[in-house]
């Protein structure tokens, strides 16, 4: 089975896929390593996709609809559609490795590999995401993934200006079309 490895080496984590993107598979598995301390992604909704975590080993905490719950190897907890979500390695000491399924794939793995991909051309960190690609990716992935901390109509319309510059700059050409 192909293997396709994203490092963000600035921060430590990794995140492996298991094949090509396809939007019209039921499901996407992926494996994220988080190193000790590290916090995963920011406060985020899968709109019409759950996502299950199995944590392999270290320990993670979760964050789900405001709540806090701790998870360690072994363990697994589903998030649904439409649920405000994060989480962070619960170790200062041991890295968190997620197995991590979305279902249905969508463009999810299209989603992650051009925001990582983003980050590593631009220094390796997610923090390094230019406003414009960035933009312009939550733009094209709205119906699927949003922030998590921002009212959705006005993530409409900040995302909408930013990727109309982005198109407008040349700066969308940085990012793949979307499969689907």
Do not use: C
């Not at 933009?135 to 200006?161: C, S, T, W």
């Amino acid at each position: 089975m192909k293997k396709i490895v994203l490092d963000l080496e600035k921060e430590g984590k990794r995140y492996t896929f298991f094949g090509d993107p396809d939007p019209d598979s039921p499901s996407l598995e992926f494996e994220n390593v988080i190193p000790p301390g590290a916090i995963g992604p920011e406060p985020h909704v899968h709109m019409i996709q759950k996502e299950t975590f199995h944590v392999i080993s270290g320990k993670m905490i979760a964050r789900v609809d405001g709540e806090e719950r701790i998870l360690s190897a072994g363990e697994t907890i589903e998030v649904h559609a439409g649920v405000v979500h994060s989480f962070t390695n619960g170790s200062s000491t041991e890295p968190l490795v997620n197995r991590i399924v979305v279902e249905p794939a969508l463009n999810f793995q299209w989603f992650m590999t051009e925001a990582v991909e983003s980050a590593i051309r631009n220094g390796g960190s997610w923090k390094d995401i230019p406003l414009l690609e960035g933009g312009h990716l939550m733009f094209l992935a709205r119906k699927e993934n949003r922030d998590g901390r921002v009212p959705y109509f006005l993530q409409y319309i900040l995302f909408g200006v930013l990727s109309l510059f982005a198109i407008l700059t040349g700066k969308s050409k940085n990012i793949s079309p979307m499969n689907k």
